[in-house]
Every structure is written in structure tokens, then in C-alpha cells.
């Protein structure tokens, strides 16, 4: 990962950790679950922006060079597996 | 929420922390992208199973005496709300 | 189903069932993948919208009347049972 | 696409297609809500392991290929492109 790609994800990553230790605090106030849900939805649509942020670095750092030195099929067949679990 | 459903979700919670520290550790020793999406599609997926318990939950103490207390307009629109976030 | 939602449900069926036909000529013409993929992505959305007005109209004809009269156990578990089913 | 997989494909869609029709019939004919949603949600898959096999195919036929060639940049932001929207 480039320095910066890695200073921007550890930032994504403090502010999901803040909003997770949010929802701990709904859930024991006891806060209506519908705004409770409301906030894990959104934890989860951060959690996919850091995964496009982390991925957009891959394909530039590994996924490029990985095909131009001859190891497509596993650079291919990792790229099919994240695919797989985006889509589930 | 009735107590047992709180103490399991407040475990959970624990859990996705800990799995959030885990994948912040993963960048901070420049693990390899790859594998660190698979952490990250994880602890979305540990998240969804919280919903899950939340949203019975929801249905048992807030969707069935609402729509007996008259109040269908309002539970029906929050839980397609909810629908239309988890789609997404 | 209401008569008008019926009407609405055909209508969008319709539409995708054209938009399905379309995916298939592109496929024989061999157009490129990206762009049939873009097409796919379109048919899915289209599907889920469809899916969101039956269960709107699921919600007011038999979600509300069926808690009313006591089926709760039925309406609830289908319902968590839709869910885990959008959320995959 | 290679000859195989465009046979693959259009087999699937073929059966894809008579999957939306008997939706219909089933709208039609005011089968239950939830058993219709049942099998959206089932054509929504089938058209998920669709573009999964298109994709496969166009990792083979396009981005190796593509990005060996000196094309990276218009490859790369295809495939980010097609990520975000099956993230969605």
C-alpha cells in the first residue's frame, strides 16, 4: 500500500472504531433498535468505501505489476474470490 | 430489547471491535491487501448477524404491539426503511 | 395484491423482461463484457425495486391484518425469513 | 468472450428468462407475496453467478491481455467501476 493509502485507511479505520463504540452505547441506553440499525447500516457502507479505497491501491500496486510478471492466475483468481464476497 | 437480546449484542460488539483492531493492525504492518479485504468482508458479515438478532428483536417488541396499538403507518415505514437500507 | 400494485408489478415485469431479452442480443452480438455486465448490474436493480413495491403492499395486506388476528408467529418469521434473503 | 462460455451464457439466460416469466404467472394468477419474493430474490441469484461467469471470462479475454498491452488505466478503472456496482 502507497503511505498515503495507508494514512487514509488508518483514518477510515479510527472513525469506524468511533462509530462502532457508538453503537455499543445505543445498544446500552437501550436506544430504539430502529435507530440503532440505522447506524450499523452506516458502519457497514464505511466499511465498503475503505474496501474501494483498499482495492483501487491493490490494482495499482499488485494487481499490475502481478500480470505483467507472468502471475495472473493468482492475481486473477483473488480478484474472482473478492468479487464473490462483495457480491454476498 | 429484552436483556438477553442486549447482552448478546453488547458480545457481539465486543467481538466486531476486536476484529476492527484486528484489520487496523493488518495495515499498520502492511499486510497484504488481499487478505486484509477478507477481514473487512468478515466483520461486515459479523455485523449483519447483529442485525439479524436486532431486527427479531425489533419485530417482537416494537412491530407486533405497534400494529396491535394502532400505530401500523408508522412500524410499516420504518421497517421498509430498513429493508430499503439493507438492500443496498 | 391490490389491483393497481398487480397492474404495476406487470408493468415492471415487463420492462425487465425486455431489458433480460436485451442482455441476451448483446451476449449474441458479442458486445463487450463491461458494458453487458453495466446491463445485468441494471436488471438486478430493476428487480429489487419491483421487490420493494410487492412488499410494501405485502406489508398492508397481510402483514398488519395477519398481527391483528393473532398469526404473528407466521407474519414475523417470514418476514426475518425476506430479510436474510435481501441482505445475501 | 470464448465460444464456451458465450454458449454458458446464453443457456443461463434462457433459463433466466423463463425464471422472470414464471414470476409473472405467478403475479398473475395472485400467488402468495412472499412466495413470489422467494423467487426474485432466486432470479436476482441466478443473475449474480451470470456475471460472475462473464467476469471470469473477461479477466481472461480482456484485462490480462489489457494490461500487458499498456492499457492499465482504462482496465483497472472498468473493473473498480463494476466492483463499486456490485457492491450496491
Known amino acids: 500500500m502507497k503511505p498515503e493509502t495507508k494514512d487514509e485507511c488508518?483514518?477510515?479505520?479510527?472513525?469506524?472504531?468511533?462509530?462502532?463504540?457508538?453503537?455499543?452505547r445505543m445498544v446500552q441506553q437501550d436506544k430504539y433498535c430502529v435507530d440503532i440499525l440505522k447506524q450499523t447500516y452506516?458502519?457497514?457502507k464505511a466499511?465498503?468505501?475503505?474496501?474501494l479505497l483498499m482495492l483501487?491501491?491493490?490494482?495499482d500496486t499488485c494487481?499490475?505489476?502481478?500480470?505483467?510478471?507472468?502471475?495472473?492466475?493468482?492475481?486473477?483468481g483473488e480478484l474472482m474470490e473478492l468479487y464473490k464476497l462483495a457480491d454476498n
Chains 1, 2, 3, 4 share one sequence.
Open 42 to 44: 452506516a458502519v457497514r
Open 10 to 24: 488508518l483514518k477510515r479505520l479510527s472513525y469506524i472504531e468511533g462509530h462502532v463504540d457508538g453503537v455499543r
Open 56 to 59: 483501487g491501491s491493490h490494482m
Open 63 to 76: 494487481v499490475v505489476p502481478g500480470i505483467r510478471d507472468g502471475r495472473e492466475e493468482q492475481i486473477v
Open 47 to 51: 466499511i465498503e468505501k475503505l474496501e
